[in-house]
């Protein structure tokens, strides 16, 4: 961040009526926090969640780093999302507008979410599904999947939502991990026009072996499509929810009883069930949907997240259901029938609150230069009145693209930094608070101490570069990893910082005048040429800044005889790929900008061109993928979560 960047302050007139208004609130819920956080996360506790038994206590440490929170009060999660609404007065109001892969639309009120989950809860309860007991779900975006999250959280069974784009073998690890009773998927579901197989992939999974737990395959219709059933393992959900009472008692469970498994990847080793526990989790659900997003009563919220990933959970299935908000669910994708359906879809539903990833927006962007008839000014967008981004650091160049084109330049971006294990934001502007920079999640989330380190967990100063850990726990963070506890000490509450501080396991960088943090990528992407630590991130930031060439970029580093580390840079062009002569010009346009950009040792060394880079489904860049190809190396990881393992091959062999 320069001197010279661009500073948005808080619209005046959102600001005056924001819930946390202005930067001197902030600043005082921080010193509240920070003075005392028992008695800041007590009071918010009570404030945003509904206890059955209240809680005494509030931070349970003595099993460091197992923190516990609130762990003598009983809730449910499920009535907090549901019956706490309808009790305020908001039976009638819409919760969930679903819109279909086909554009068909269906409102569901409070009331009816409330009927379908504990119709679902009632059957689960009836196939002998008790708390505790783990349940897959599998299902694509629809509204049968957040009944059914719902339906789990009701009976005190943990739901483990598998994400409907992995493949049988990936789903099968997962409920092996989990010792999941039952599976619930759906027989197809439906993406950009497509009919693609949910329940045949579970029968596939089932058959690898290892999943003997499983009783029952619960199976939702969504296209009608025959599909092989076997009784009776498999069973129609409609069916069994048809006779079901519309009635379920709650199960009241200890605050630290787990609401759900997550798996996500990490640097090493096979995806880890991230655990979370309900009382802490839904607080910060709740409560970062009402400051980040300044949710109320009248906003129609859209996270375009799907329910596999944690961004689904919490901005989805709990957090704005929590604060009894209408929110939009999409079952498709942002491209069909063309890349101009977010913003119909903006327009048509008057999203007010519209959360979404910088992959996306770059392949909007990219969509809406080649394309005038799917660009947002064709949209009338003037609903919108705040915006978010997640997932990745969000380049400049696109923030401001987002800011201009989606937000009419009146609303402001809110770039939240958080992870699967943080369970909610930790680095965010508060929409009415906190002046933005392109680029910089700003500052740490009121109660949440994050600080920047060296790889001793000695605090540096503000423009120093390091490791992003967080001093304090916090009530939504990971409890641990399903079944391996000693993972989860060792590779979030390292033996380096005593076991004290947990490790994001991303570099950031305060700015040396304001503090606001910019996150530097993940710490094994960090590079060291000639000695100068850099960002991968700051590089790919200078590559897409050349808009009128590149579309996406991705940097890794590869060893280097002389330099120690090499940069190597992976590019998408905003036109088709260069060979020969053509790529060769191209590229050293590129390493003079570049040079240009940040300076010449940031010059990449190699510059490969493909159509596109490898992603997982969720969109995120396989950065190790791209780091054996930039040593030459042959492929010897998974590659089955990749949404396009056949890039590997091209980027491979354009060098
Ligand atoms: C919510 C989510 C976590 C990793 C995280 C970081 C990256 C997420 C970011 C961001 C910069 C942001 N990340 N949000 N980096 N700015 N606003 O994405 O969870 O899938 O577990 O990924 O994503 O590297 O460590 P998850």
């Known amino acids: ?65 197992f923190f516990e929170w609130f762990n003598d009060g009983t809730l449910n999660a499920s009535w907090n999302c549901l019956e706490r609404n309808i009790e305020r007065g908001l039976g009638a109001k819409t919760a969930l507008i679903f819109e ?92 950009g026009g497509k009919q693609l197989p949910l329940k045949a992939i579970v029968d596939e999974a089932l058959a690898q072996g290892g999943c003997a737990s499983v009783r029952h395959v619960v199976v939702a219709r969504r296209t009608g499509a025959a599909v092989p059933f076997q009784a009776p393992r498999d069973l129609w959900l409609n069916e069994l929810v048809d006779g079901q009472s519309e009635h379920c008692e709650p199960e009241w469970v200890e605050a630290e009883h787990p609401l759900f498994l997550l798996y996500t990847s990490g640097s090493t080793g096979t995806p880890k069930g991230v655990q979370h526990a309900t009382g802490g989790y839904l607080l910060h659900a709740a409560l970062t949907c009402h400051w980040t997003f300044d949710m109320k009563a009248d906003d129609i919220f859209w996270c375009t997240a799907d329910i596999g990933w944690v961004t689904g959970h919490t901005y989805i299935a709990y957090g704005p259901l929590m604060l009894g908000a209408t929110q939009i669910v999409f079952e498709g994708v942002p491209t069909y029938p063309d890349a101009g359906r977010f913003w119909k879809m903006i327009e048509a539903h008057r999203a007010t609150i519209f959360y979404t990833a910088p992959t996306a927006i770059r392949s909007l962007i990219k969509a809406a230069e080649a394309n005038e008839a799917v660009h947002p000014a064709r949209y009338d967008l003037a609903s919108l009145r705040i915006l978010g981004s997640v997932g990745e650091p969000i380049n400049p160049a696109a923030w401001t693209w987002y800011h201009q084109h989606v937000g009419g330049g009146r609303c402001p971006i809110v770039d939240t930094f958080w992870q699967t294990e943080t369970g909610g934001h930790m680095i965010t502007p508060l929409p009415g608070a906190t002046d933005l920079v392109p680029g910089s999640c700003t500052l740490p989330f009121p109660g949440i101490a994050a600080a920047v380190v060296d790889e001793t967990g000695n605090e540096l100063p503000w423009g120093q570069g390091g490791i992003l850990v967080v001093k304090r726990p916090w009530p939504s963070m990971i409890r641990t990893i399903w079944g391996n506890p000693e993972r989860f000490r060792k590779g979030y509450f390292p033996e380096e910082f005593q076991g004290r501080y947990y490790l994001a396991g991303d570099g950031a960088i305060r700015d040396a005048k304001t503090g606001y943090f910019t996150i530097t990528g993940r710490i094994d992407d960090v590079l060291n040429v000639s000695g100068h630590r850099m960002g991968t991130m700051e590089i790919e930031s200078a590559l897409v800044a050349k808009t009128d060439l590149v579309a996406e970029a991705a940097v890794v580093g590869r060893p280097d005889d002389t330099t120690g580390e090499a940069i190597c840079a992976f590019v998408v062009l905003k036109r088709p790929r260069p060979t020969g ?75």
């Open 581 to 655: 002569e053509e790529a060769k010009a191209l590229a050293n346009e590129l390493r003079n900008w570049v040079a240009k950009e940040i300076g010449p040792i940031a010059k990449p060394k190699d510059i490969r061109f493909g159509d596109n880079l490898p992603k997982t489904r969720s969109g995120k860049i396989m950065r190790r993928l791209l780091r054996s190809i930039a040593k030459g190396e042959a492929i010897t990881q998974d590659t089955s979560t990749l949404e396009n393992p056949a890039i590997l091959e091209q980027l491979a062999q354009t060098n």
């Open 1 to 65: 961040m320069s001197d010279t960047a661009a500073l948005y302050p808080p619209p005046t007139a959102l600001a005056a009526k924001a819930h946390v208004s202005g930067r001197a609130a902030y600043d005082r819920l921080v010193a509240e926090a920070d003075a005392d956080p028992e008695g800041y996360w007590g009071r918010l506790a009570r404030e945003y969640v509904g206890w059955k038994t209240p809680f005494t206590r509030v931070l349970d440490d003595s099993r460091a780093p």
């Open 100 to 191: 279909a892969d086909d554009g068909a639309v269906t409102h569901v009120s409070y009331r009816q979410l409330l009927v379908r989950a504990n119709r679902i809860a009632n059957a689960l309860r009836a196939l002998g599904v008790k708390k505790g007991d783990r349940v897959v779900i599998y299902m694509a975006m629809s509204i049968d999947g957040v009944a059914a999250m719902q339906a789990c959280a009701r009976i005190g069974a943990i739901h483990s939502v598998v994400f409907g784009g992995f493949s049988a073998h990936a789903l099968r690890d997962r409920i092996a991990d989990t010792g999941a009773c039952l599976v619930i998927t759906a027989d197809q579901q439906v993406r």
